[in-house]
């Protein structure tokens, strides 16, 4: 004789399941599940009993011997087992939690303590190696790095360029006659009277290196070079002697240039203008990465630029950031005088795989 069972419906025969205390009409399948249930409900957990040191020592040993890791370390508590992965070769930290919630749901799914785990394992693995780092090849520096969809970066003739290359004597050392020096200049909408000038040279060590320069021409004829090396000092310089013109128009330029030329811990904070920006990895937004254990697209998280409120003194601004290896999402006020104060934050990701290298210095 067969019946079905309660839970999938399946055709059983009743001699398989007579005599039962624990889930007299399940399939074998759905009281298996069943019982590791019960075992749930009945067993008080504890994560610090069931991360034990030879639990502990499983993780150690699975992730150490990634090629990506250098070096996993762990804190346990009675509700959460935390693990934390130091990336190589820019000891990143990425950071998982199992809470006793989260393994009791693990452990309805599997038969045994043994498979729960190895099944927290293999999903950590997988997690870590999305964010190794991927090949980047090795191009060619032609352009300065920084970028706006609007800007455009002009050659500056040989004769201005030899007064430059004397201006700017004490950034080259001995300049050797094969020793190429290039300078482009661009406009900026919100310095009616100055111009933004780079330069690199085959002498930097880094050949990705382009130094920047602001050129204000003052009202009684004179020129001041203000250079912006990462602090903010430069900028708030020019901005006190050189007319700052803040508009609608162009304070979301203005927003991009700040924080570019504004670095902590040798990273710009750098206002992504555009999903399409050229100074992006190309693989950037095609893959998938971690965020607090979860898959992240970036794509879908990325925010446009664009002004959320104007008033006569200031305007409030939401940018995409990258710092370093993070990326935010950001509220920022831009006040007529130029100060840029950063009201509020989220992040996206902050173990992304690759970091944006500028150097300002």
């Known amino acids: 004789m067969k019946v079905n069972c309660e839970s999938c419906h399946k055709n059983i025969l009743i001699e398989k399941i007579s005599g039962r205390n624990c889930g007299p009409h399940l399939c074998q399948s759905c009281l298996n599940k069943h019982q590791v249930n019960c075992e749930i409900k009945q067993f008080d957990f504890n994560i610090t009993e069931l991360f034990d040191a030879q639990v502990d020592a499983r993780f150690t040993k699975a992730i150490e011997q990634l090629p990506s890791v250098a070096k996993f370390t762990s804190k346990i508590s009675a509700e959460v087992y935390k693990g934390f992965v130091f990336l190589q070769p820019d000891w990143r930290v990425y950071e998982f939690h199992i809470s006793l919630a989260h393994f009791k749901e693990s452990y309805s799914l599997k038969s045994n303590k043994k498979e729960s785990i190895d099944a927290f394992i293999n999903f ?9 780092p991927p090949f980047v090849s090795d191009l060619k520096c032609t352009r300065p790095f920084f970028s706006l969809p609007g800007l455009s970066w002009q050659p500056i003739t040989n004769i201005e360029s030899t007064k430059l290359i004397n201006t700017f004597r004490h950034f080259l050392g001995e300049k050797k006659s094969e020793d190429e020096i290039r300078f482009l200049s661009a406009p900026l909408s919100f310095y009616p009277k100055a111009r933004l000038i780079a330069f690199h040279s085959s002498l930097f060590e880094n050949p990705h290196k382009w130094l920047y320069f602001l050129e204000a021409n003052l009202e009684n004829g004179n020129t001041y070079y203000y ?9 708030h310089d020019c901005n006190g002697v050189h007319s700052i013109h803040l508009t609608q128009d162009n304070v979301l330029e203005y927003l991009c240039f700040f924080c570019f030329f504004i670095q902590s811990e040798g990273h710009s904070f750098y206002i992504i203008a555009s999903k399409n920006a ?10 998938n990465y971690i965020h607090d254990n979860k898959q992240l697209a970036l794509l879908s998280k990325f925010k446009p630029l664009k ?7 200031a ?11 993070n990326l935010s999402i950001i509220e920022a006020e831009v006040s007529a005088n130029g100060n840029v104060f950063l009201k509020n934050s989220s992040v996206i990701s902050e173990a992304l795989p690759f970091k944006l290298e500028i150097s300002l210095s």
Do not use: Q, R, V
């Open 227 to 235: 250079t912006l090396n990462g602090l903010s000092a430069p900028i």
């Open 307 to 313: 002004i959320i409120e104007s008033k006569a003194d």
């Open 315 to 325: 305007f409030t601004c939401e940018a995409t950031m990258y710092h370093g290896n």
């Open 124 to 132: 950590e693995i997988a997690n870590i190696n999305m964010l190794s």
């Open 278 to 287: 050229p100074s992006l990895p190309d693989f950037m937004w095609a893959k």
